[in-house]
């Protein structure tokens, strides 16, 4: 039972490059999100995602699309990186419970 | 919308010394609300929530918060830290309409000095 997966840990990216950022689950959770995390400003919400099928905006979601591949899989794509997006970027799932539960992160720097 | 504030973005304290971690929140409609911890380099990990009913909280590794209505406050507490305490401390308040969307403080660093 390995919770929640991120890959990669770490990415560079120039400017104007596109990758995504990889997220899945194996608890069997209705709902994934994506956050931001920034020094000074908590971790903020870019998108999540309610059920399999479905996704939403959060705080932040310009610059990113997401995509809920079935109800394990949750990616996060930049399309054109800019240096205003580097970050540490963590995936979550949750049940009823409402406890969210974290992967490690990715740490993403755009040059 | 909501909001979280806390109040000190570091707090040193000496080992099993006491120390609290203040929150403050705004909103509108009912919440519920949450304690993270994030040790250095691994995501958060959920110290201990309010849902409802006691107003007292009890989490892992000892810690307990206190849910305040009238105050709108939601302060994290421990009698008596240790070393491994060392981290930093998340408050998030969501809505209880659904879909579980936190709103996160911008983060208390704890330092535990020997």
């Known amino acids: 039972n390995a919770g929640v997966t991120q890959t990669p840990k770490f990415q560079v990216l120039k400017t104007g490059q596109s990758m995504t950022l990889q997220c899945a689950q194996d608890?069997?959770?209705?709902?994934m999100y994506w956050y931001r995390q920034d020094p000074g400003m908590g971790l903020r919400l870019i998108y999540y995602?309610?059920?399999?099928?479905?996704?939403d905006k959060g705080e932040v979601p310009n610059g990113y699309n997401v995509s809920r591949l079935n109800k394990r899989e949750f990616s996060l794509r930049l399309e054109s990186a800019a240096p205003s997006q580097t970050s540490v970027y963590f995936c979550?799932?949750?049940?009823?419970?409402?406890?969210?539960?974290f992967g490690p992160g990715t740490r993403l720097t755009v040059t | 919308a909501q909001s979280v504030t806390q109040l000190d973005s570091q707090v040193p304290v000496f080992e099993e010394a006491p120390v609290e971690l203040r929150c403050n929140y705004s909103?509108?409609?009912?919440?519920?609300l949450f304690w993270y911890v994030q040790y250095p380099n691994q995501g958060l990990q959920l110290l201990l929530k309010?849902?409802?009913?006691?107003?007292l909280v009890k989490g892992i590794n000892g810690f307990e918060a206190e849910f305040n209505k009238s105050q709108t406050s939601f302060h994290l507490r421990k009698p008596s830290v240790h070393i491994s305490d060392t981290a930093e401390y998340f408050c998030?308040?969501?809505?209880?309409?659904?879909?579980?969307?936190?709103?996160f403080g911008a983060g208390t660093r704890l330092a535990v000095h020997p």
């Open positions: 309010y849902l409802s009913g006691s107003t």
């Open positions: 909103s509108s409609v009912s919440v519920y």
């Open positions: 995602s309610a059920s399999e099928g479905t996704t």
């Open positions: 608890m069997n959770h209705n709902s």
């Open positions: 979550a799932s949750s049940e009823d419970t409402y406890e969210q539960y």
């Open positions: 998030a308040v969501s809505d209880t309409g659904g879909y579980n969307k936190l709103i």
